[in-house]
């Protein structure tokens, strides 16, 4: 099994930052594919960001050069590095992993942009 714990989110202002983490159980080289979802109030679950083993990475088109996914296979820790915020972007953040054939998801993380 794979256990993930984000943490990151937070309150900040439009055109402000925040970085993301998720620390996984287990190391991530050995995981599938990682990815980031968001969740709004009244919305659908989005993949936002993805990463597989081999390194591609995929994004949603709202987030298309303002996000960056990326893995620390030291620390065992997936980042989502989110810049030039908007208030469109509040939601909470999931941490998802594919390992073997399960998906395995971390309890989520609150981000919120307003000014």
């Known amino acids: 099994q794979v256990q993930l714990v984000e943490s990151g989110g937070g309150l900040v202002q439009p055109g402000g930052s925040l970085r993301l983490s998720c620390a996984a159980s287990r190391s991530i080289f050995s995981i599938n594919a990682m990815g980031w979802y968001r969740q709004a109030p009244g919305k659908q679950r989005e993949l936002v960001a993805a990463?597989?083993?081999?390194?591609?990475?995929n994004y949603t088109d709202s987030v298309k050069g303002r996000f960056t996914i990326s893995g620390d296979n030291a620390k065992n820790t997936l980042y989502l590095q989110m810049n030039s915020l908007k208030p469109e972007d509040t939601a909470v953040y999931y941490c998802?992993?594919?390992?073997?054939?399960?998906?395995?998801w971390g309890r989520g993380t609150q981000v919120t942009v307003s000014s």
């Open positions: 998802k992993a594919v390992f073997s054939l399960l998906e395995y």
């Open positions: 990463i597989t083993s081999g390194g591609s990475t």
